[in-house]
Protein backbone atom coordinates (compact mmCIF):
# COMPACT_ATOMS: atom_id res chain seq x y z
CA UNK A 1 0.00 0.00 0.00
CA UNK A 2 1.67 3.31 -0.71
CA UNK A 3 2.28 6.06 1.95
CA UNK A 4 1.14 8.49 -0.24
CA UNK A 5 -2.55 9.25 -1.48
CA UNK A 6 -3.06 11.87 -4.74
CA UNK A 7 -6.02 13.21 -4.50
CA UNK A 8 -8.64 16.38 -6.72
CA UNK A 9 -9.15 18.74 -4.47
CA UNK A 10 -12.24 21.69 -5.19
CA UNK A 11 -9.47 24.59 -5.51
CA UNK A 12 -12.40 27.09 -6.07
CA UNK A 13 -15.98 27.39 -6.71
CA UNK A 14 -17.21 27.56 -10.98
CA UNK A 15 -18.74 30.59 -12.31
CA UNK A 16 -20.36 29.18 -15.36
CA UNK A 17 -18.41 25.66 -16.81
CA UNK A 18 -15.85 23.97 -14.89
CA UNK A 19 -12.44 23.88 -15.90
CA UNK A 20 -9.02 22.20 -15.01
CA UNK A 21 -8.63 25.63 -12.74
CA UNK A 22 -11.58 24.28 -10.58
CA UNK A 23 -9.49 21.55 -9.17
CA UNK A 24 -6.21 21.38 -7.75
CA UNK A 25 -3.94 18.41 -7.15
CA UNK A 26 -2.94 17.36 -4.16
CA UNK A 27 -0.90 14.57 -2.15
CA UNK A 28 -1.42 13.79 1.17
CA UNK A 29 0.04 11.10 4.13
CA UNK A 30 -1.96 7.85 2.81
CA UNK A 31 -4.58 6.90 6.11
CA UNK A 32 -2.58 4.14 7.69
CA UNK A 33 -3.78 0.70 9.69
CA UNK A 34 -4.47 1.93 12.66
CA UNK A 35 -8.53 1.99 12.20
CA UNK A 36 -10.61 2.30 15.31
CA UNK A 37 -13.93 0.43 15.71
CA UNK A 38 -16.75 0.51 12.88
CA UNK A 39 -14.23 2.84 10.53
CA UNK A 40 -13.19 1.51 6.93
CA UNK A 41 -9.99 2.07 4.78
CA UNK A 42 -11.00 2.02 1.08
CA UNK A 43 -8.87 1.88 -2.25
CA UNK A 44 -10.99 4.11 -5.05
CA UNK A 45 -11.17 1.35 -8.11
CA UNK A 46 -13.65 3.34 -9.95
CA UNK A 47 -15.57 6.45 -10.15
CA UNK A 48 -19.25 7.52 -11.15
CA UNK A 49 -19.51 10.98 -13.33
CA UNK A 50 -23.14 12.35 -13.18
CA UNK A 51 -24.40 16.26 -14.26
CA UNK A 52 -25.67 16.47 -9.99
CA UNK A 53 -21.98 17.05 -9.10
CA UNK A 54 -21.74 20.45 -10.82
CA UNK A 55 -24.48 21.53 -8.11
CA UNK A 56 -22.69 19.83 -5.25
CA UNK A 57 -19.27 22.51 -6.19
CA UNK A 58 -22.03 25.91 -5.12
CA UNK A 59 -22.17 26.99 -1.82
CA UNK A 60 -26.08 27.24 -1.45
CA UNK A 61 -28.63 24.35 0.21
CA UNK A 62 -29.21 21.55 -1.40
CA UNK A 63 -30.40 17.82 -0.72
CA UNK A 64 -26.29 17.53 -0.04
CA UNK A 65 -23.85 20.05 1.80
CA UNK A 66 -21.96 21.94 -0.76
CA UNK A 67 -18.22 20.31 -1.02
CA UNK A 68 -15.90 22.30 0.68
CA UNK A 69 -13.39 24.57 -0.96
CA UNK A 70 -9.71 22.43 -0.75
CA UNK A 71 -11.84 18.88 0.26
CA UNK A 72 -11.20 16.54 -2.31
CA UNK A 73 -14.21 16.31 -4.81
CA UNK A 74 -17.11 14.28 -4.18
CA UNK A 75 -18.74 11.21 -6.20
CA UNK A 76 -20.37 8.32 -6.36
CA UNK A 77 -17.95 4.74 -6.95
CA UNK A 78 -16.86 1.57 -6.17
CA UNK A 79 -13.61 0.70 -3.57
CA UNK A 80 -12.01 -2.13 -2.06
CA UNK A 81 -11.86 -2.16 1.88
CA UNK A 82 -8.16 -2.33 2.65
CA UNK A 83 -9.02 -2.49 6.65
CA UNK A 84 -11.47 -2.96 8.04
CA UNK A 85 -12.72 -2.35 12.08
CA UNK A 86 -16.54 -2.69 10.36
CA UNK A 87 -17.95 -6.25 10.86
CA UNK A 88 -20.35 -5.29 7.73
CA UNK A 89 -17.55 -4.32 5.46
CA UNK A 90 -14.57 -7.10 5.69
CA UNK A 91 -11.25 -6.97 4.66
CA UNK A 92 -11.05 -7.28 0.81
CA UNK A 93 -14.59 -6.72 -0.08
CA UNK A 94 -16.05 -4.21 -2.78
CA UNK A 95 -18.20 -1.60 -1.49
CA UNK A 96 -20.30 0.98 -3.36
CA UNK A 97 -20.78 4.87 -1.52
CA UNK A 98 -20.36 7.80 -1.52
CA UNK A 99 -16.61 8.40 -1.91
CA UNK A 100 -14.77 11.35 -3.83
CA UNK A 101 -11.59 12.17 -6.12
CA UNK A 102 -8.88 10.29 -4.39
CA UNK A 103 -6.99 7.14 -3.75
CA UNK A 104 -7.88 6.37 -0.40
CA UNK A 105 -10.79 7.49 1.76
CA UNK A 106 -11.10 6.75 5.62
CA UNK A 107 -14.58 6.66 6.16
CA UNK A 108 -16.01 6.79 9.90
CA UNK A 109 -18.86 5.07 11.33
CA UNK A 110 -21.36 7.56 10.13
CA UNK A 111 -20.05 7.16 6.49
CA UNK A 112 -19.23 3.51 6.80
CA UNK A 113 -23.09 2.85 7.13
CA UNK A 114 -23.79 4.19 3.67
CA UNK A 115 -21.89 2.23 1.76
CA UNK A 116 -23.43 -1.52 -0.05
CA UNK A 117 -21.36 -4.50 -0.12
CA UNK A 118 -21.19 -5.72 -4.11
CA UNK A 119 -22.67 -9.30 -4.31
CA UNK A 120 -20.31 -11.78 -5.62
CA UNK A 121 -19.37 -11.60 -8.90
CA UNK A 122 -20.41 -8.09 -9.83
CA UNK A 123 -18.55 -6.34 -11.85
CA UNK A 124 -17.27 -2.68 -10.58
CA UNK A 125 -17.80 -0.98 -13.20
CA UNK A 126 -21.82 -2.45 -13.29
CA UNK A 127 -22.39 -0.83 -10.11
CA UNK A 128 -22.16 2.25 -10.98
CA UNK A 129 -23.77 1.72 -14.19
CA UNK A 130 -26.41 -0.80 -14.59
CA UNK A 131 -27.02 -0.91 -11.58
CA UNK A 132 -25.99 2.81 -10.31
CA UNK A 133 -27.43 5.61 -9.13
CA UNK A 134 -28.69 6.79 -12.66
CA UNK A 135 -30.72 3.35 -13.31
CA UNK A 136 -32.15 3.43 -9.83
CA UNK A 137 -33.25 8.01 -10.35
CA UNK A 138 -34.73 6.50 -13.87
CA UNK A 139 -36.81 3.24 -12.03
CA UNK A 140 -38.58 5.12 -9.39
CA UNK A 141 -38.45 8.46 -10.77
CA UNK A 142 -40.69 7.05 -13.87
CA UNK A 143 -42.45 4.35 -12.00
CA UNK A 144 -43.13 5.64 -8.62
CA UNK A 145 -43.17 9.79 -9.53
CA UNK A 146 -44.45 9.38 -13.49
CA UNK A 147 -46.57 6.19 -12.63
CA UNK A 148 -47.47 5.47 -16.34
CA UNK A 149 -50.43 3.41 -17.49
CA UNK A 150 -49.76 1.09 -20.33
CA UNK A 151 -50.71 3.07 -23.69
CA UNK A 152 -49.49 6.31 -22.21
CA UNK A 153 -47.38 8.48 -24.38
CA UNK A 154 -44.03 9.15 -22.69
CA UNK A 155 -41.53 11.66 -23.28
CA UNK A 156 -37.92 11.94 -22.20
CA UNK A 157 -35.49 14.58 -22.64
CA UNK A 158 -31.98 13.73 -22.18
CA UNK A 159 -32.99 10.44 -23.67
CA UNK A 160 -29.45 9.08 -24.86
CA UNK A 161 -28.16 9.74 -21.45
CA UNK A 162 -27.78 7.28 -18.54
CA UNK A 163 -30.43 8.01 -17.10
CA UNK A 164 -33.10 8.99 -19.77
CA UNK A 165 -32.52 5.83 -21.63
CA UNK A 166 -33.22 3.48 -18.95
CA UNK A 167 -36.48 5.83 -18.11
CA UNK A 168 -37.09 4.67 -22.22
CA UNK A 169 -36.85 1.28 -22.15
CA UNK A 170 -38.25 0.78 -18.62
CA UNK A 171 -41.45 2.90 -20.18
CA UNK A 172 -41.19 0.74 -23.31
CA UNK A 173 -41.56 -2.48 -20.78
CA UNK A 174 -44.88 -1.02 -19.35
CA UNK A 175 -46.15 -0.56 -22.88
CA UNK A 176 -46.07 3.00 -23.43
CA UNK A 177 -45.22 4.80 -26.53
CA UNK A 178 -41.86 6.76 -26.04
CA UNK A 179 -40.35 9.88 -27.39
CA UNK A 180 -37.02 10.26 -26.73
CA UNK A 181 -35.05 14.00 -26.84
CA UNK A 182 -31.48 13.91 -27.86
CA UNK A 183 -28.64 16.25 -29.26
CA UNK A 184 -27.36 14.07 -32.24
CA UNK A 185 -28.70 11.76 -35.39
CA UNK A 186 -26.26 9.04 -33.99
CA UNK A 187 -28.01 9.24 -29.98
CA UNK A 188 -31.22 9.33 -31.93
CA UNK A 189 -30.82 6.34 -33.96
CA UNK A 190 -28.99 4.42 -31.46
CA UNK A 191 -32.44 5.00 -28.93
CA UNK A 192 -34.32 3.82 -32.17
CA UNK A 193 -32.32 0.60 -32.85
CA UNK A 194 -31.28 -0.16 -29.20
CA UNK A 195 -33.41 1.04 -27.16
CA UNK A 196 -36.67 0.67 -28.94
CA UNK A 197 -37.84 4.14 -28.67
CA UNK A 198 -40.82 4.58 -31.00
CA UNK A 199 -40.37 8.49 -31.96
CA UNK A 200 -37.33 10.79 -31.89
CA UNK A 201 -36.17 14.50 -31.76
CA UNK A 202 -32.55 16.06 -32.25
CA UNK A 203 -33.02 19.27 -30.77
CA UNK A 204 -30.23 20.29 -32.53
CA UNK A 205 -31.64 20.38 -35.77
CA UNK A 206 -35.12 19.89 -35.32
CA UNK A 207 -37.60 22.38 -33.84
CA UNK A 208 -38.76 20.43 -30.57
CA UNK A 209 -42.07 22.27 -29.89
CA UNK A 210 -43.25 22.01 -33.77
CA UNK A 211 -42.14 17.71 -33.42
CA UNK A 212 -43.87 17.09 -30.48
CA UNK A 213 -47.14 19.15 -31.51
CA UNK A 214 -46.65 16.17 -34.71
CA UNK A 215 -45.69 13.05 -32.51
CA UNK A 216 -48.13 13.38 -29.72
CA UNK A 217 -51.23 15.00 -30.98
CA UNK A 218 -53.34 14.28 -28.50
CA UNK A 219 -50.92 14.88 -25.69
CA UNK A 220 -47.94 13.91 -23.62
CA UNK A 221 -49.32 11.64 -20.38
CA UNK A 222 -45.41 12.15 -18.47
CA UNK A 223 -42.83 13.72 -19.48
CA UNK A 224 -39.76 12.83 -17.13
CA UNK A 225 -37.42 15.91 -17.73
CA UNK A 226 -33.60 15.86 -17.36
CA UNK A 227 -32.70 19.10 -19.13
CA UNK A 228 -34.89 22.22 -18.12
CA UNK A 229 -35.38 25.32 -19.86
CA UNK A 230 -36.84 25.53 -23.09
CA UNK A 231 -37.14 22.45 -23.02
CA UNK A 232 -39.21 21.74 -20.13
CA UNK A 233 -41.07 24.56 -21.55
CA UNK A 234 -42.02 22.87 -25.05
CA UNK A 235 -43.09 19.94 -22.97
CA UNK A 236 -45.66 21.98 -20.81
CA UNK A 237 -47.12 23.12 -23.85
CA UNK A 238 -48.15 19.77 -25.23
CA UNK A 239 -49.06 17.89 -22.11
CA UNK A 240 -52.47 15.73 -21.76
CA UNK A 241 -55.12 16.57 -18.90
CA UNK A 242 -54.25 15.00 -15.93
CA UNK A 243 -51.04 14.23 -16.67
CA UNK A 244 -47.54 14.21 -14.77
CA UNK A 245 -44.01 15.83 -15.50
CA UNK A 246 -41.12 14.64 -13.22
CA UNK A 247 -38.41 16.58 -12.85
CA UNK A 248 -35.13 14.90 -12.77
CA UNK A 249 -32.64 17.73 -14.18
CA UNK A 250 -31.96 20.53 -15.18
CA UNK A 251 -28.43 20.57 -17.24
CA UNK A 252 -29.21 22.94 -19.58
CA UNK A 253 -28.81 25.22 -16.71
CA UNK A 254 -25.93 23.61 -14.82
CA UNK A 255 -23.76 25.88 -15.99
CA UNK A 256 -24.96 29.01 -16.25
CA UNK A 257 -23.86 32.22 -14.30
CA UNK A 258 -27.20 33.80 -13.98
CA UNK A 259 -30.45 32.22 -13.72
CA UNK A 260 -32.26 31.08 -16.55
CA UNK A 261 -35.53 32.34 -16.80
CA UNK A 262 -38.40 29.63 -16.29
CA UNK A 263 -40.69 27.98 -18.29
CA UNK A 264 -43.51 30.90 -19.78
CA UNK A 265 -46.37 28.81 -19.49
CA UNK A 266 -46.64 27.29 -16.31
CA UNK A 267 -50.71 28.50 -16.05
CA UNK A 268 -50.91 25.30 -18.16
CA UNK A 269 -50.62 23.29 -15.28
CA UNK A 270 -53.30 24.84 -13.47
CA UNK A 271 -55.40 24.61 -16.80
CA UNK A 272 -54.62 21.09 -17.36
CA UNK A 273 -54.94 19.87 -13.52
CA UNK A 274 -50.92 18.58 -14.45
CA UNK A 275 -48.73 17.72 -11.60
CA UNK A 276 -45.27 18.57 -11.41
CA UNK A 277 -42.98 17.12 -9.46
CA UNK A 278 -38.76 16.41 -8.63
CA UNK A 279 -37.62 13.59 -6.63
CA UNK A 280 -33.86 12.61 -5.31
CA UNK A 281 -32.87 9.15 -5.71
CA UNK A 282 -31.31 9.10 -2.10
CA UNK A 283 -35.01 9.29 -0.91
CA UNK A 284 -35.26 5.15 -1.98
CA UNK A 285 -32.18 3.85 -0.84
CA UNK A 286 -34.28 1.68 1.49
CA UNK A 287 -36.09 0.56 -1.15
CA UNK A 288 -32.89 -0.88 -3.66
CA UNK A 289 -33.72 -4.72 -3.03
CA UNK A 290 -36.77 -3.99 -4.71
CA UNK A 291 -35.11 -2.33 -7.56
CA UNK A 292 -32.56 -5.50 -7.90
CA UNK A 293 -35.07 -7.90 -7.90
CA UNK A 294 -37.20 -6.68 -10.62
CA UNK A 295 -34.36 -4.38 -12.39
CA UNK A 296 -32.35 -6.77 -12.06
CA UNK A 297 -34.46 -9.71 -13.92
CA UNK A 298 -35.11 -7.34 -16.97
CA UNK A 299 -31.25 -6.67 -17.53
CA UNK A 300 -30.78 -10.58 -17.41
CA UNK A 301 -33.11 -10.75 -19.69
CA UNK A 302 -31.60 -8.74 -21.99
CA UNK A 303 -34.84 -6.47 -22.13
CA UNK A 304 -32.18 -3.86 -20.71
CA UNK A 305 -29.24 -2.72 -22.33
CA UNK A 306 -27.06 0.21 -21.30
CA UNK A 307 -23.75 2.19 -22.49
CA UNK A 308 -20.67 2.48 -20.69
CA UNK A 309 -17.87 5.21 -21.54
CA UNK A 310 -14.98 4.37 -18.96
CA UNK A 311 -11.87 6.46 -19.07
CA UNK A 312 -8.80 5.62 -17.02
CA UNK A 313 -6.01 7.42 -14.67
CA UNK A 314 -6.01 9.61 -12.12
CA UNK A 315 -4.74 12.57 -13.88
CA UNK A 316 -8.13 11.99 -16.25
CA UNK A 317 -10.41 12.87 -13.59
CA UNK A 318 -11.19 16.57 -13.53
CA UNK A 319 -10.98 16.21 -17.81
CA UNK A 320 -13.53 13.03 -17.34
CA UNK A 321 -16.39 15.03 -15.51
CA UNK A 322 -16.04 18.06 -18.40
CA UNK A 323 -17.07 15.47 -20.98
CA UNK A 324 -20.53 14.92 -19.65
CA UNK A 325 -20.97 18.69 -19.86
CA UNK A 326 -19.64 18.64 -23.59
CA UNK A 327 -22.02 15.82 -24.97
CA UNK A 328 -18.59 13.41 -25.71
CA UNK A 329 -19.50 10.88 -23.22
CA UNK A 330 -21.88 8.09 -24.79
CA UNK A 331 -23.74 6.02 -21.78
CA UNK A 332 -22.52 6.10 -18.49
CA UNK A 333 -20.08 7.97 -17.88
CA UNK A 334 -16.89 6.46 -15.58
CA UNK A 335 -13.22 6.21 -14.77
CA UNK A 336 -11.35 3.38 -14.18
CA UNK A 337 -8.43 3.73 -11.20
CA UNK A 338 -7.34 0.05 -10.61
CA UNK A 339 -8.80 -3.41 -10.83
CA UNK A 340 -9.45 -5.26 -7.64
CA UNK A 341 -7.01 -7.44 -5.49
Known amino acids: MSTINRQWILKQRPSGFIDQDTFEYRESDCPQANIEAREVLIKTLYLSFDPAMRGWMDDKPSYLPPVRIGAPMRASGVGQVITSGHPDFPKGSLITGLLSWQEYILLDSTSAEQLHVLPEGTEPSMALSAFGGTSMTAYFGLLDVGQPKAGDTVLVSGAAGATGSVVCQIAKLKGCKVIGIAGAAEKCAWLKTECGVD ?104 RIKTQEDIQEGFDNIPATLVRIFTGKNKGKQLLKLADPR
Not at 263 to 289: E, H, K, T, W
Request: aromatic share 10%; hydrophobic share 45%; with cysteine.
Open 199 to 302: ETIDYRNENVAAKLAELAPFGINVFFDNVGGSILEAGIEQMAEHSSIVLCGSISAYNDTQPSPGPSNLMLLVARRIRMQGFIMLDYLSRIDEFNAEFGSWFMAG
